[in-house]
């Protein structure tokens, strides 16, 4: 018996139906939080955080 034969009756579709639910709900979920109309200020504010000033990054130095 070869392990193709084994895997074919082994009725693994079940799986692959079972991860993509899953996939799917998950993305719905996701989908659903980031365009709630109570989030919007939140989403704004990190929207702007790539363009602050306030803080300053200095490169590191070689310690030694």
């Not at 193709?4 to 693994?12: E, K």
């Amino acid at each position: 018996m070869k392990l193709s034969d084994i895997m074919s009756y082994a009725d693994l579709s079940n799986y692959a139906e079972i991860a993509l639910v899953l996939f799917l709900g998950v993305f719905i979920a996701i989908t659903i939080r980031t365009f709630l109309p109570s989030r919007s200020r939140e989403l704004y504010e990190a929207s702007l955080l790539p363009l602050e000033d306030d803080c300053v990054i200095t490169p590191r130095t070689k310690e030694g």
